[in-house]
């Protein structure tokens, strides 16, 4: 290649750099669209979850501080009095096990499942009781007797996610519309 051969490339392959950059962001876009991804906008709850008051929860359980997350992008809040509450949602219990999932031969404990349900209730400021439901998950760690630190860790990690999951869940079913049914006639 002569001088002036690599002179011409040098000052036309940084527009050329610049065009395919372009036309791949352009491409990147396209793609994106066309999967089904698009920003996230305020989620709007029903509104008889204008304001929400959780019961038999404590406000550092991280159930709780998953769901002051996920209701800061909505136009309901989550209240810390029951009486300025459209809604109370009632935890009736929030249990987490931990079992046993594998065993070695050696009748050594390899692997552990972690399975966090909770079951609740919404009543509403009108005097109604949404009926009870449950959510559950589950999630198995690795255990090794010689890295209890190590295994320790990574259970609390699993816990998180799985309160951060059950948050997800409760929200999701808190953003489904009420059905309104008139309330039963006393005779």
């Known amino acids: ?3 002036q051969n690599s002179s011409f490339l040098a000052r036309f392959l940084p527009s ?6 372009g036309a791949l962001a352009v491409l990147s876009t396209l793609a ?3 999967c089904g991804y698009h920003l996230r906008g305020v989620t709007t709850l029903d509104p008889v979850y204008k ?4 019961q038999g929860m404590s406000t550092s359980d991280p159930v709780y501080q998953q769901l002051q997350r996920l209701f800061r992008n909505t136009h309901s809040t989550l209240v810390t009095d029951p009486s300025k509450a459209s809604a109370t ?4 219990s929030n249990q ?3 079992r046993v999932a594998v065993v070695t031969p050696q009748a050594n404990v390899q692997q552990y499942e972690l399975y966090q349900r909770i079951t609740y209730h919404i009543e509403l400021a009108d ?3 949404l009926p009870e439901q449950t959510i559950g998950q589950a999630r198995n760690y690795n255990y090794d007797p010689t890295g209890v630190i190590a295994s320790t860790s990574n ?3 699993i816990r998180q996610e799985l309160a951060e999951t059950l948050a997800r869940l409760l929200f999701y079913r808190l953003s489904a519309p009420v059905k309104m049914e008139p309330p039963a006639a006393v005779h």
């Open 1 to 3: 290649m002569t001088i």
């Open 16 to 21: 050329r750099a610049i065009a395919l950059f």
């Open 32 to 34: 994106l669209g066309g």
């Open 51 to 54: 304001s929400v008051y959780v």
């Open 89 to 92: 949602l009632v935890i009736d």
């Open 96 to 98: 987490v096990e931990q």
């Open 127 to 129: 005097g109604r009781r």
């Open 155 to 157: 259970e609390a990690q």
